[in-house]
């Protein structure tokens, strides 16, 4: 068994060994080429390895939520069951109290919300990018926050798989509005995401997203938190924790402005821009994910002075890996489309490796130092 600290490490070697050798294929690819790794099976193989390294990590404080799950299991395990239709999150929290009440083990529980979390993620990507399925998953399990929601905020990693799962059928209306009302029931903040979407069906001008965005940037930057209270307000009776919680909360995270942030969450819309502007690209299904990123985004941004920042972030970053290489692998973009892909493939993976072990000290805790 693979000691709790050392986890992320293994998963980050892995999918850097992976990352690595794809993106090396993808330097060499020709304009029209379809690559092996298109198919499917690796990146299922992938999914499944994922599945079982995650579904059965230790039972360590080194992944916080876990143990806030194994507690609250421990203290409901053999209650009764009722569905309880008035739950905050009504399909996961009627889920998890059917696996404590029926005994069916808290392992068990991981591994159905990691086969949730991973295998929604993959059918999504596969329905986006059916010639480059693995390349693009591969993109996927690089972000940055990919494994922290895996291990660490597993109910919104699994709500926003869906979420992304449903936004692949854009055109499709039941399986859509389906997916729609599962990934809000999984995790209520996915209300959201789910609202910048419909936005998206009526409002499709680009330059008022793009417009939008930047003014959510400059209110972040001047520290104008009056939007921070205006949203608290119109959620949860203004109850929601994320944005009223103060920095003396035990688990509260940084708070304050995060050029660190604003950084990472500018590149997709930098490549938004010149898709759109300089290349010409024209997608339905890239624009729904572009401006729904952008609202989601910009609404992180008029709230980063909350202290649980990185999680009403990650409402908008969970689309963040698809939204960054769409434009790379349509053909509008040059012949030299694939070469720049990989160069994205690389630099994302740079960066996840540089927070993760540099910025927030990764390299230490795992040597021990």
Known sequence: MIEAKLYQLFYLSIVTVATLSIQQQYKKRIYDEIINNSKVSSAVLMM????????????SAVFIDTMN???DY?????????????????????????FSANRLG??????????????????????????DTFAVYLTFLAAFSTFTYSTNGIKAGAAASIFLLALSYRDKLIPCLLGMIVCIGMHH??????????????FRNPKYYFYGWVFCAIMAAGHVGFFQDIFAGLSEGGKNTYLTATSDTADAYISGFRPDFMLYSAMPVWVGY?????????????DTLLYTYMVANGIWMLCMYASFTNRIAYLSWSLYPV????????????????????????????FTLFMEMIYYGGLVKWLGL
């Open 48 to 59: 499944v390895f994922m599945i079982v390294f995650i579904g059965f990590r230790p039972h």
């Open 69 to 71: 799950y194994i507690l």
């Open 74 to 98: 421990k203290f409901s395990e053999g209650h009764h069951f009722d569905f309880d239709i008035n739950a905050k999150n009504f399909i996961f929290d009627n889920l998890f109290a059917y």
């Open 106 to 131: 808290i392992t068990s529980f991981f591994v159905v919300i990691a086969s949730i979390y991973f295998a929604c993620s993959l059918l999504a990507i596969r329905r986006l990018f059916p010639n």
């Open 189 to 202: 903040s996915m209300k959201m995401p789910v609202a910048a979407f419909v936005l998206t069906l009526f």
């Open 274 to 286: 010149v898709a759109k502007y300089k290349k010409g690209i024209q997608s339905t299904m890239y």
């Open 323 to 350: 939204v960054l290489v769409y434009p790379f692998l349509k053909k509008e973009w040059g012949e030299d489309r694939y070469q720049w892909f990989a160069k994205v493939m690389l630099w994302h993976l740079l």
